[in-house]
Every structure is written in structure tokens, then in C-alpha cells.
């Protein structure tokens, strides 16, 4: 007897991990690393959201309140971390990721990238920036990957996390 823990079920069948999707269509645009972990452990700071919207000539408007944020990620237990590089169409590969996790049965996926917001664009593949939500990324990728180098100032290093469960 096959045990499902914490794993929605698509059609009675096991379904694939969330990592291992976004990892084989990953591969395909040259992004190799990739972690599972809670949303517990994703930072959120008052302060992000704030320097992002006033210090950052290339914001919008279209942030959350931090508190919200901590309520948006209270509804998932799990994300996945990508770590890409800048030889890639990076928030292309990060869409496609999110919409193979949607068929493969994770209805609750949402990719949010680092970045920023591309919520002024108003197409199909606008996601809101990490940073509009308040999530401090850096400091949230330096806590599973160490030697982190800063960003220059103005910089956004190839990160996102994909809410999945």
C-alpha cells in the first residue's frame, strides 16, 4: 500500500515531487539548483517591502504588506528555492516551472521572482517581485546556501521561490 503524506493526489496516482519538476524543466534552461523548504523558513522584513517601493526607481505599487505576506505563506507548508544564472531567460524558465507544477497536480503553485515587479507589464506572465511582498531573498538564500556574494547596488541576482503546498 502506497502512503500519501502532505502530497495532494492527482487521478489516485503518486505524483512527482515538486523538486523533481522543477528541476527536469530547470535543466532544460540551464538552471541546475534548486532546494525544497518550508515557508516557515522564507524571511519576510517590514523593511524589504519599504526600501523596494520608495529606494528603487523601478518599483510599482503593486506590493503586500508584509503581514500579509506572512498570512500568504501560512497557506503553504512547502516552496521550492531556485538558484539560476544569468545565461538564461531566467523568468521565462521560472513561468514554465510554475505551469508544470500547476498540471502535475499542484493547484497552488505560484512562482514569485526576484526583481523588478512585473506587474506594470499586465500579461499572463506577470508575477509579483519577492522583494514587493517583503521577502528578504538574500538573506532567506544565505540561510541554506553559504558564500552568498552582495549584489551590487540596482542587481537581481537570478532567485525565486515557487509556493507549492
Partial sequence: MVKYINNPIKFNNPMA???DIVLKV???????EALSIYTSKIYV??????????ANKNSCKHSMHPDQTLRLLKEYKRAVLIIGNKKTDFH???LEME???????????IALINGPCALCKKSDEARPSLEALGIDILTTVRKFKKNIPQPKSGEYPPYAIILTV
Fill in 92 to 94: 521565462k524558465a521560472i
Fill in 26 to 32: 530547470g535543466y532544460k534552461h540551464g538552471i541546475d
Fill in 45 to 54: 522584513n517590514h523593511w524589504v517591502g519599504l526600501k523596494y517601493q520608495y
Fill in 17 to 19: 515531487s515538486d523538486i
Fill in 99 to 109: 505551469h508544470q507544477l500547476i498540471q502535475e497536480g499542484y493547484f497552488k503553485a
